[in-house]
């Protein structure tokens, strides 16, 4: 009964939303990309953005080097923060936004219930006019968000993402590079083949992985999934998301993540500098005021990061 309802309702969404909607406007597109180059790029997460920059220039202090991508987390429906992405452009950096479905119904997306906003949210993307890296459902392969593995099917999700795509570029913002972002392969996660909505919908593939205990490795986070992607398509690959925590030896493994991140030719990090405290799985990754890591990570980005400007 509740399935029928809810396709009931996506119907009806997809009905209004064919019925109603004008064609897009005829507008300059902006065009503008970031080069793929194997380890080059540094980026990070900080707590309070996109509302500030501060943290992002206080982990610029700590480790020694700018970064050249400066993210944020995006809820539905929550605009596109130009004022953070010019920001972050004065400071050498490009933005790269998740855009997440937090209170909103995949069906509905992929219908194109959300169009307006999705439009919207296009508009001013194309306005700011330089390169923005946007996922979208990040982390779908997994099974703790509303619009991942055992919430959502993977096929709608992959409707999703194609509708979301194809909007973005109906309204003229090119500027975007598209990040399929996936859980690295743990127990209990869906297969990634299932999620890709394939290459013409993506640029780069971002996998998400962290260390925390002392016995794990680049080859044990992340080898399984790399050999996945690349084995769905040659698309360059990104780490997402990703963090050293104290509890897997800060100092080794942080260099450990650099190395493996520059032998397995991917183009680089981003870093998950936020504090937790609740347990292995939610560490304090932050490399401020830590001596060890922020040494370690120094000489991960001295030794094998060349940076690139975003453009």
Excluded: C
């Excluded at 610029?60 to 920001?87: C, I, K, Q």
């Excluded at 946007?134 to 099974?143: L, Y």
């Amino acid at each position: 009964m509740l399935m029928a309802i809810a396709v009931a309702v996506v119907a009806a969404a997809f009905a209004f939303h064919h019925a109603t909607a004008s064609s897009p406007p005829d507008r300059q597109a902006a065009r503008a990309s970031l080069p793929p180059s194997p380890a080059s790029y540094l980026g990070v997460y900080e707590a309070g953005t996109p509302g500030t920059y501060q943290p992002v220039a206080g982990f610029a202090a700590a480790a020694d080097r700018r970064p050249n991508l400066a993210g944020y987390y995006s809820g539905w429906p929550e605009p596109f923060h130009a004022s953070f992405a010019r920001t972050a452009r004065r400071h050498g950096a490009a933005t790269i936004v998740q855009m997440d479905p937090t209170d909103a119904s995949v069906p509905a997306i992929a219908a194109g219930a959300y169009d307006g906003y999705l439009r919207s949210y296009a508009d001013s993307v194309r306005d700011f006019g330089h390169p923005v890296v946007i996922g979208f459902g990040h982390e779908m392969n997994a099974t703790w968000y509303s619009w991942g593995y055992g919430h959502v099917r993977p096929a709608m999700f992959v409707a999703a993402w194609r509708h979301l795509v194809t909007v973005f570029r109906d309204q003229g913002a090119d500027n975007v590079t598209w990040l399929w972002t996936i859980q690295a392969d743990v127990p209990g996660s869906g297969p990634v083949a299932a999620w890709w909505p394939g290459a013409r919908y993506v640029t780069w593939i971002g996998i998400d992985g962290y260390y925390y205990r002392p016995t794990d490795t680049f080859a044990s986070v992340f080898g399984r999934t790399l050999d996945q992607v690349r084995a769905i398509a040659r698309k360059p690959v990104l780490l997402s998301e990703t963090a050293v925590g104290p509890g897997a030896g800060q100092f080794a493994k942080i260099q450990d993540l650099f190395r493996g991140m520059a032998r397995y030719n991917t183009l680089g990090l981003v870093w998950f500098d936020i504090a937790q405290h609740d347990g292995i799985y939610h560490q304090d990754w932050r490399i401020e005021d830590n001596a060890v890591a922020e040494r370690s990570f120094r000489l991960g980005v001295l030794e094998d990061l060349a940076p690139v400007s975003p453009g």
